[in-house]
């Protein structure tokens, strides 16, 4: 446990509440014949937790989003695959109580058990020290990356497109205008016309990563404000 408390950042003062963080249900059933005392109740609180220090720091950070597109990052944030990406870098697997059942179907490296303990990790944190300890955790392993996350996962064509149709008559094309290096290993340059002038270059290792950095940097020159990103 000293080597999970190192890597989380944080040391509990009632080690408990972090052996119920990772306490699957069928360990619960299994050793104490009770579900209660499994992560689950832990997770409820974590999930909460998690959901309000991630809206309030996206709302801070992003000052120019709207709503809509604040709900969309704070669910990619706190969803399965970004919760289990965490796990797998402390390496809560690891450190599972399992059940025979569910050591023996691979339960430690399950993504929905693991991005549940890292809730439940989050919950046992804040009972433990607060929410001030609690979201220090959040921002150091859940939220951190979260611009350059925000940035390589943006859709920028559909970004711009939707920007550049707020005027009538707008017209956006992409022009393929250079590629070079080996077939396997081919870099690609694309140019985006708005309305017949260039607007934006890009380039990619396919045309599509290049129409999509085209597209990234005439949103950042067109529309500064709107990026969400400074």
Same mark, same amino acid.
């Given at each position: 446990m000293h080597e999970l408390q190192n890597a989380i950042g944080y040391r509990f003062q009632n080690p408990a509440l972090l052996e119920q963080a990772l306490t699957h249900t069928s360990y619960a059933n299994e050793v104490y014949q009770n579900g209660l005392r499994s992560y689950e109740r832990l997770e409820f609180l974590g999930d909460s937790i998690l959901g309000f220090t991630a809206?309030?720091? *996206?709302?801070?950070?992003? =000052?120019?989003?709207?709503?809509? &597109?604040? %709900? @969309?990052?704070?669910?990619d944030l706190v969803c399965e695959t970004s919760l289990a990406q965490t796990a797998r870098k402390l390496n809560l697997g690891r450190y599972l109580r399992l059940g025979r059942g569910e050591e023996a179907?691979? #339960?430690?490296?399950?993504?929905?058990?693991?991005? /549940?303990?890292?809730?439940?990790?989050?919950?046992?944190?804040? *009972?433990?020290? #607060?929410?001030?300890?609690? $979201?220090? +955790?959040?921002?150091? /392993?859940?939220?951190? &990356?979260?611009? $350059?996350?925000?940035? *390589?996962?943006? &859709?920028?064509?559909?970004?711009?497109?939707?920007?550049?149709?707020?005027? @009538?008559?707008? %017209?956006? !094309?992409?022009?393929?205008? #250079? !590629?070079?290096?080996? /077939?396997? &290993? @081919?870099? +690609? %340059?694309?140019?985006? *016309?708005?309305?017949g002038s260039e607007v934006g270059l890009g380039t990619g290792t396919s045309k @599509?990563?290049?129409? $999509?950095?085209?597209?990234?940097?005439?949103?950042?020159?067109?529309? =500064? %404000?709107?990026?969400?990103?400074?």
């Amino acid at each position: 446990m000293h080597e999970l408390q190192n890597a989380i950042g944080y040391r509990f003062q009632n080690p408990a509440l972090l052996e119920q963080a990772l306490t699957h249900t069928s360990y619960a059933n299994e050793v104490y014949q009770n579900g209660l005392r499994s992560y689950e109740r832990l997770e409820f609180l974590g999930d909460s937790i998690l959901g309000f220090t991630a809206a309030e720091f *996206l709302l801070s950070t992003f =000052p120019q989003l709207h709503e809509g &597109d604040l %709900s @969309k990052l704070r669910a990619d944030l706190v969803c399965e695959t970004s919760l289990a990406q965490t796990a797998r870098k402390l390496n809560l697997g690891r450190y599972l109580r399992l059940g025979r059942g569910e050591e023996a179907c691979g #339960g430690r490296e399950k993504p929905s058990i693991i991005a /549940d303990v890292v809730e439940s990790i989050i919950a046992a944190i804040y *009972l433990d020290g #607060g929410l001030a300890a609690a $979201q220090r +955790f959040i921002y150091s /392993d859940v939220l951190v &990356d979260t611009r $350059q996350r925000i940035l *390589l996962n943006t &859709d920028w064509k559909t970004k711009l497109q939707e920007l550049v149709q707020r005027k @009538k008559d707008q %017209s956006l !094309a992409y022009e393929l205008i #250079g !590629a070079c290096g080996p /077939d396997h &290993d @081919k870099t +690609f %340059s694309v140019r985006v *016309l708005l309305n017949g002038s260039e607007v934006g270059l890009g380039t990619g290792t396919s045309k @599509k990563r290049a129409e $999509q950095a085209a597209a990234r940097e005439a949103v950042e020159r067109l529309f =500064p %404000s709107e990026t969400g990103v400074h």
